[in-house]
């Protein structure tokens, strides 16, 4: 993400801030920054009628800069394109003041977001974005007999690029010819695909995960296929392919891959994988430690106010689900709070499968320094909130 301008009152915290996507991931983030209320500025293009002196009537498609206050923002996470629907509040030539329109954010194209309040959150999610640090340096590749997913793991989503189903014959005795044309035919698919999808400028390591043998046969044909057609895109980076074991071909078992030590060397430093490191950690506490971990609202509330909390864990989906402004900022409030006690805040985004699983279990959790007395007195469900 690039940041053109930043202009934040810091008395009151309004302002605005001009920015520039540049990736599919800083989509992502922009959609977290969004929220209904806010003023969105940007280039689009509108269908206008104009009369000749004639009399006849023509329409055609202007280019022009709205902006509006926001009313329903709908991000298509396959496509990563943003499409903002809201009010007109300045004057404008061919768009009457109130009247609807809907913003495409489109990458490499200017806009400018103006909120009443930036609160830390927003703040810490532009530094992020704009960090350049923050790539897609890991790829995977997770597949089972028949069935594969290439995909992108970011610092803030994981993208799923390609679903590879190809039917696979069973073998039968004395006649294994269909079935090795099946598995030809998916492995050279999956092939095609790594190629398409995987940028090896910016790719540090590749993970070829499956259950059983599936990947190894995959990783052998794929550089024999290598050495005849000479692909050297294949060939010079085959020393960042590594193969692992995963439950299944589905990309929920990509942190089952990201975890394996062998991985895990390698890609240290993502996000994602802190992320596993912590949710596991969480995990643990809770079968070998029960006192040490909590989650649902309540009892995150009454171990931070104890400042208890030593690693709190919250999904970008439930600040971003929080249209009410009183409870965006109690949340945000808490998040400061935590930090301030000295603990740890891990936005977990729900693009990644950790975020979905935090999903699970309410939205929010949190790792304790110590016991918090009576947590365990209301075991209300926080659904009934």
Not at 101 to 115: I, Q
Not at 156 to 162: N, V
Not at 298 to 305: L, P, Q, S
């Amino acid at each position: 993400m690039k940041l053109v301008h930043k202009h934040i009152d810091y008395h009151d915290g309004s302002g605005r801030v001009s920015l520039i996507a540049e990736n599919g991931e800083d989509m992502w983030h922009t959609y977290n920054l969004l929220q209904v209320g806010d003023r969105l500025r940007s280039t689009t293009f509108r269908k206008v009628q104009q009369e000749s002196t004639t009399g006849s009537v023509s329409a055609q498609r202007v280019r022009t800069t709205l902006t509006i206050e926001i009313e329903t923002i709908d991000f298509d996470s396959q496509a990563c394109t943003l499409h903002v629907k809201g009010r007109n509040v300045e004057k404008n030539k061919f768009v009457n003041m109130g009247a609807y329109h809907t913003l495409d954010l489109e990458l490499n194209r200017k806009f400018v977001l103006e909120k009443k309040y930036w609160d830390s959150v927003h703040l810490d999610r532009i530094q992020l974005a704009c960090d350049p640090s923050q790539t897609a340096d890991v790829a995977a590749v997770v597949m089972q007999e028949g069935l594969a997913h290439v995909c992108l793991v970011m610092s803030s989503m994981t993208l799923i690029k390609a679903k590879i189903e190809v039917p696979i014959p069973r073998k039968r005795r004395g006649h294994t010819d269909q079935h090795d044309k099946g598995v030809k035919r998916f492995y050279d698919q999956i092939t095609q695909a790594v190629i398409r999808h995987i940028n090896f400028d910016v790719v540090k390591v590749v993970i070829l995960a499956s259950p059983g043998f599936v990947k190894d046969g995959f990783h052998t044909y794929m550089f024999s296929e290598a050495v005849k057609t000479q692909n050297r895109t294949l060939l010079d980076n085959k020393g960042r392919f590594v193969c692992v074991h995963s439950d299944t071909g589905f990309s929920h078992s990509l942190n089952d891959a990201l975890t394996d030590k062998l991985v895990a060397s390698r890609v240290a430093d993502t996000k994602a994988v802190e992320e596993i490191r912590c949710l596991e950690d969480f995990h643990q506490k809770l079968m070998n430690d029960p006192d040490r971990a909590c989650y649902g609202m309540k009892h995150v509330i009454k171990a931070n106010d104890d400042e208890a909390i030593e690693i709190l864990m919250i999904t970008d989906g439930l600040l971003r689900g929080s249209h009410d402004i009183q409870q965006r900022k109690f949340l945000v409030s808490m998040i400061d709070s935590v930090k301030d006690s000295g603990g740890t805040v891990k936005i977990f985004s729900s693009m990644h499968t950790t975020g979905e699983q935090l999903s699970q279990m309410t939205g929010i959790a949190a790792i304790l320094r110590f016991p918090v007395p009576h947590l365990d007195d209301d075991d209300s469900s926080d659904d009934d909130d």
